[in-house]
């Protein structure tokens, strides 16, 4: 007994499964009772606002203007892939009136469900014709200049298209069917959405002030939107583009939703806590206070786990969506301000704005 035992204690330790001989209890762990240790920290030219898994062995950051790229990981190995300038040819790719190079300024990324392109957003860009640039204080009425999206062709890392979006666009979400690629506009208050099919901007959807985080139901049917600059998320109906709404609290910021479809999650920026919703019966399941400046979050493949960054605690925090109770806070770094879960790894990356890259192990 007393091996069988040690072996039980081994086997639980790796997060195996595992039946003791003459006793057919199943042992594993769900990610809220593993805990984060970090593995490696990664730098060089780099000052990412976010981090995000492609879920199939690619991590990309994306630099914002202070680099000028975008940045690509091996997963798996955590090593770097390539360095993608942020500069395109507008004119070359179909947007006559500009001329000349112009400089992006990264912001968040998205992967296509079949894993053929990502895109990110640009902050603003650089380059002749374009004189007003963004501010995080602003209205539709600033007339700061529209932004474009950029989309990375993954065989080859080029970018090969890029679509007209608003002032300062901030997230980047694609339905899980493929058809459409939405864009938060912080500044012009409004989504954007793009058909991949026609590619083309198909709608402008009203938001309100400062739209900002956007998680797609599984099966494409409805998207969720942040108001950030108010206290609702809007539900919007993918098949007609009508909205409704989720009382959510002040400040939502980043949102993602259950494996099931079940739940929201949310991070209420100025109060530093998360919250829970309960989608089918329109309520909240409780609220955790995780730190000053609750930014960005994510959620574990099995759904058990959030990771949450406190841009002003510099900390990473992690949540177990059962209890809604803090597990695990690490000091970080200064300004941590995206995170990813990478779901073929089992690993963490959380973005430091002040120039590199935390990857924890969860074990």
């Known amino acids: 007994m007393v091996k069988k035992f040690i072996a039980a204690l081994f086997l639980m330790s790796l997060a195996i499964p595992y039946a003791i001989a003459d006793e057919p209890t199943l042992i594993s762990f769900t990610n809220d009772q593993m ?24 991590v990309s950051a994306h630099n914002m203007m202070y680099s000028h790229s975008v940045t690509f990981y091996d997963s798996n190995t955590l090593k770097l892939i390539k360095t993608l300038p942020d500069s395109v040819d507008l004119n070359k790719l179909g947007f006559k009136k500009y001329s000349g190079l112009y400089r992006g300024a990264p912001v968040e990324g998205a992967y296509s469900p079949d894993g053929k392109y990502m895109y990110f957003t640009n902050y603003a860009m ?9 501010h995080d204080v602003c209205s539709p009425s600033s007339g700061y200049d529209t932004s474009f999206l950029s989309r990375v062709r993954l065989s080859d890392y080029t970018i090969d298209a890029v679509y007209p979006v608003g002032a300062v666009p901030k997230v980047v979400a694609t339905t ?8 938060s506009n912080w500044c012009s208050y409004t989504v954007t959405v793009i058909s991949t099919e026609l590619q083309k901007v198909v709608k402008s959807i009203k938001i309100g002030r400062y739209p900002r985080g956007i998680a797609i139901s599984q099966d494409s049917t409805y998207a969720y939107v942040a108001e950030m600059g108010g206290n609702r998320i809007h539900r919007i109906d993918l098949s ?16 993602v939703l259950s494996p099931d479809n079940t739940k929201l999650y949310a991070t209420l920026n100025a109060s530093g806590k998360v919250i829970a919703w309960d989608l089918a019966n329109n309520k909240s399941l409780g609220t955790v206070t995780t730190g000053k400046a609750a930014r960005s979050l994510d959620i574990s493949s099995d759904g058990s786990a959030l990771f949450v960054v406190n ?17 695990q806070t690490i000091k970080v770094c200064n300004e941590p301000i995206g995170v990813t879960f990478d779901n073929q790894t089992g690993r963490t990356w959380v973005a430091c704005y002040g120039g590199s890259i935390k990857v924890f192990s969860n074990q």
């Open 35 to 58: 805990k984060m240790k970090l593995i490696k920290t990664i730098t060089g030219k780099i000052s990412p606002k976010s981090v995000k898994s492609s879920g199939n062995g690619i």
């Open 126 to 134: 650089y380059g002749k014709g374009q004189n007003k640039e963004g």
């Open 176 to 183: 899980p069917d493929g058809k459409y690629v939405l864009v």
């Open 240 to 255: 007609d583009f009508s909205e409704s709404y989720i009382p959510i609290g002040s400040n939502p910021r980043a949102v």
């Open 311 to 327: 841009f002003f605690s510099g900390t990473v925090s992690k949540v177990s969506t059962k209890t809604m109770k803090t597990t």
